[in-house]
């Protein structure tokens, strides 16, 4: 009876030991949509202090949005209202109204 009971748990304990995912991995999978870089085009609609509210397309197939986008990362630049800007981000967007991106550059388009 020992002997089972000891051959139960040895394979209970594989089938946890084998299923668990390492916390690594996930961290890992993290990291790389961080470093992932995108950009759109769209219409500045509103300037407040540092950050505008931009229409754009963010992702092909989406429909066009508001986002919201920090200007200071370009302060060479004055932009206003019904400027068309590319705006450059990390991949990573909030789900919020406006959606909220990290932005990593903002420059005028001809």
Not at 30 to 51: A, L, Q, R, V
Not at 65 to 90: A, I, P, R, T, Y
Request: aromatic share 10%.
């Amino acid at each position: 009876m020992k002997i089972i009971f000891k051959a139960l748990a040895f394979i209970f304990l594989l089938t946890i030991v084998g299923c668990a995912t390492s916390p690594n991995s996930s961290e890992d999978k993290n990291n790389e949509n961080k470093t992932e870089s995108s950009s759109f085009i769209g219409t500045i609609k509103e300037i407040n202090g540092d950050g505008a509210i931009v229409s754009a397309k963010v992702f092909e197939g989406n429909p066009e949005g508001d986002v919201f986008v920090d200007l200071s990362v370009n302060s060479d630049e004055v932009f206003q209202v019904g400027d068309k800007v590319k705006v450059g981000f990390d991949g990573t967007i909030r789900e919020s109204y406006p959606a909220q991106i990290n932005t990593l550059f903002v420059e005028l388009v001809d």
